[in-house]
């Protein structure tokens, strides 16, 4: 694997959704299995975390129709799948979407504030307080998570902008391009993908071992 200097630097597209399969479960455990030493080795400054989440975009002509409204933000600009594949039950994709954006502006807040290892507090808090499964998904829970945590509520909510806006978000178009592969890098298509070292890793099971075979080349 690349290592081009003392610091892995290493991603997971990951996703707030925890009731969409078993991936969401697995994606779960593995926050919760590997926080604490993803936050020890981001303190030491042996690795630089960085979260993301894949959306999709709905096409213009669709734009009005009841799906791309259910499952989308921004006007169709960025867009998670129904989970239940009915647009009357249950939470909605659009729903999904700003979760995934309040956690990415959670991890540019933590970083700003020279705490970055907090979004993995935040995740698996927000897992525990805030699940789908007994129905506290909510802007609400979440903000109380970002409360507890002593971060800025208020540079998270501008960081977030406004989902109803008809015009681009700068955090997820971000996101968009990143989803694109480049060089050596394919595209991130599915869920979970662990990216180290500009490099595509398949399989949480021994993503620990490849980070640590990664911190023994330096």
């Known amino acids: 694997m690349p290592h081009p200097d003392e610091r892995v ?3 997971l597209w990951t996703n707030s959704n925890d009731e969409c399969s078993p991936r969401c479960g697995e994606q779960v455990a593995f926050v919760r299995s590997f926080r604490g030493h993803a936050q020890i080795l981001e303190r030491g400054g042996y690795a630089r975390f960085t979260p993301h989440y894949i959306t999709w975009y709905c096409p213009e002509a669709f734009r009005l129709t009841r799906q791309c409204q259910s499952q989308c933000i921004n006007h169709g600009r960025y867009c998670a799948p129904d989970r239940e594949e009915d647009f ?3 939470y909605e994709g659009k729903q999904v979407v700003v979760e995934n954006l309040r956690q990415l502006c959670v991890h540019r807040v933590a970083n700003e504030s020279g705490l970055p290892w907090a979004w993995w507090d935040f995740a698996m808090d927000y897992k ?3 699940s789908m499964k007994e129905k506290k998904y909510s802007k609400a829970c979440a903000e109380e998570v970002v409360a507890s945590l002593g971060l800025s509520l208020e540079k998270v909510l501008a960081c ?3 989902p109803d806006a008809d015009a681009d978000n700068a955090v997820l178009s971000k996101e968009q391009e990143d989803q ?3 060089g050596s890098r394919g595209d991130v298509t599915i869920l979970p993908t662990l990216v180290i070292n500009d490099v595509q890793y398949r399989g949480i099971r021994h ?3 490849s980070i640590m075979r990664s911190l023994s080349l330096s």
């Open 180 to 182: 694109i592969g480049r």
């Open 88 to 90: 009357g039950e249950g």
């Open 9 to 11: 630097e290493y991603e």
């Open 207 to 209: 993503f620990v071992l």
């Open 160 to 162: 977030m902008g406004d």
């Open 128 to 130: 525990l307080r805030c």
